[in-house]
Nanobody, 119 residues
Framework: VQLQASGGGLVQAGGSLRLSCVVSGNIWSIVTMRWYRQAPGKERELVASITRGDSTDYADSVKGRFTISRDNAKNTGNLQMNNLKPEDTAVYSC??????????????WGQGTLVTVSS
């Protein structure tokens, strides 16, 4: 199982970016998908999560600006980030709880993608 994150980059404050996370491999089901971020010198923070039934949850710092979504047919999760602020600058990583046939579900991580917001 592999998670491939993409979509990071440099954007001015107030701008938007869309992150994507594609899950590949021998997958039976993706239970929950999450986006985390870690800024320099800070602990990793859960930004948003979405269940297979599309129930979502957000960190207070991004509510109203970020939207998490998923496409179960394509095994893909997305994070639409609007009205970005310099404090959103961080490495963003996707995480997913995945069920494979004959195995208990396991949490997998993708590589990080850097988001830099300039003031």
């Amino acid at each position: 199982v592999q998670l491939q994150a993409s979509g990071g980059g440099l954007v001015q404050a107030g701008g938007s970016l869309r992150l994507s996370c594609v899950v590949s491999g021998n997958i039976w089901s993706i239970v929950t998908m999450r986006w985390y971020r870690q800024a320099p010198g800070k602990e990793r923070e859960l930004v948003a999560s979405i269940t297979r039934g599309d129930s979502t949850d957000y960190a207070d710092s991004v509510k109203g600006r970020f939207t998490i979504s998923r496409d179960n047919a394509k095994n893909t999760g997305n994070l639409q980030m609007n009205n970005l602020k310099p404090e959103d600058t961080a490495v963003y990583s996707c995480n997913a709880d995945i069920v494979q046939i004959g195995r208990p579900f396991k949490s997998y991580w993708g590589q990080g993608t850097l988001v830099t917001v300039s003031s």
